[in-house]
C-alpha cells in the first residue's frame, strides 16, 4: 500500500527553528510537495521537490532523500502566523498525490 | 491565487437527500479534482477529471457522481446522503500532471454536515 507518515503535532518557540519530517511509501515518485493550512482554510502550496537536495525559499526549506523515502520541511524565524497544519504529499507513478495527515504546528511566544 | 470557487460553503442536509456541489474556475486548467478532509485522515481523493465529460474514480468513490460538461465547472454529486459524508470537501485544479506543472491549487472548501 502506499503510506505518507508525518508528526501529528508539534510545538515551537517564536523565532526559533522547527523541523517537520515526512516518510513515504508509494508505488512511483514523481515530486513531493508541502502544502501549508491555516485552520479552516484550505492548503495552500509552499514547496516541490523531485530531485534530491535543499531547495529554499524564505524562511522556509524543503529537503528531500529519494532513497530514503524521506523529506523535511525547516521554517525557520518562526512567526506566530506560521501556526497551522503542514501537509506533505507525493505524486505517485500516475500523477495522483497521495496525503500526509498532516502536522499541526503550534507557536508559542 | 488561483481563481477557484466553491458553492455552497456551507451546508446542513439530512440523511437520504441527494446533494450536489460546485466547483467552478477561471484558470483554464485541464485537471480538476474533489477531495474529502476528515480529522486524523489526509485528504482523499474522490474523483477528478481531465477534461470535458472525462473523469475517473478516486480513493473514496462510493457514494459519489461527478459531471464535468464545461472546463471551468466541476460538481460533486451525493444521490443519497449518509452521515459518513460528513466532511470538508475541497475541489483543486492542476495544469497538466506529469508536465512539470504538478502543483494543485485549492478552492476554499465546503463544509457539509449530513443529520
Known amino acids: 500500500g502506499q503510506n505518507i507518515d508525518q508528526p501529528t503535532e508539534m510545538t515551537a518557540t517564536e523565532g526559533a527553528i522547527v523541523q517537520i519530517n515526512c516518510t513515504y511509501q508509494t508505488s512511483g515518485f514523481n515530486g513531493l510537495f508541502w502544502y501549508q493550512q491555516h485552520a479552516g482554510e484550505a492548503p495552500t502550496f509552499l514547496s516541490y521537490?523531485?530531485l534530491d537536495g535543499l531547495e529554499e525559499k524564505g524562511r522556509f526549506s524543503s529537503f528531500l532523500s529519494r532513497s530514503k523515502g524521506y523529506s523535511y520541511l525547516l521554517l525557520k524565524e518562526l512567526q506566530m502566523k506560521d501556526s497551522a497544519s503542514y501537509l506533505c504529499?507525493?505524486?505517485?507513478?500516475?500523477?495522483?498525490?497521495?496525503w500526509g495527515a498532516g502536522t499541526k504546528l503550534i507557536i508559542k511566544p | 491565487d488561483a481563481g477557484i470557487t466553491q458553492s455552497p460553503r456551507h451546508k446542513v442536509t439530512e440523511t437520504g437527500t441527494p446533494v450536489t456541489l460546485r466547483c467552478h474556475q477561471t484558470e483554464n486548467h485541464r485537471y480538476m479534482y474533489w477531495y474529502r478532509q476528515d480529522p486524523g485522515h489526509g485528504l482523499r481523493l474522490i474523483h477528478y477529471?481531465?477534461?470535458?465529460?472525462?473523469?475517473d474514480k478516486g480513493e473514496v468513490s462510493d457514494g459519489y457522481s461527478v459531471s464535468r460538461s464545461k472546463t471551468e465547472d466541476f460538481l460533486l454529486t451525493l444521490e443519497s446522503a449518509t452521515s459518513s459524508q460528513t466532511s470538508v470537501y475541497f475541489c483543486?485544479?492542476?495544469?497538466?500532471?506529469?508536465?512539470?506543472?504538478?502543483?494543485?491549487?485549492f478552492g476554499p472548501g465546503t463544509r457539509l454536515t449530513v443529520l
Open positions: 504529499a507525493v505524486s505517485d507513478s500516475n500523477y495522483q498525490l497521495i
Open positions: 521537490n523531485v
Open positions: 477529471s481531465y477534461g470535458v465529460k472525462d473523469t
Open positions: 483543486a485544479i492542476s495544469e497538466s500532471p506529469g508536465q512539470g506543472t504538478d502543483t494543485q491549487y
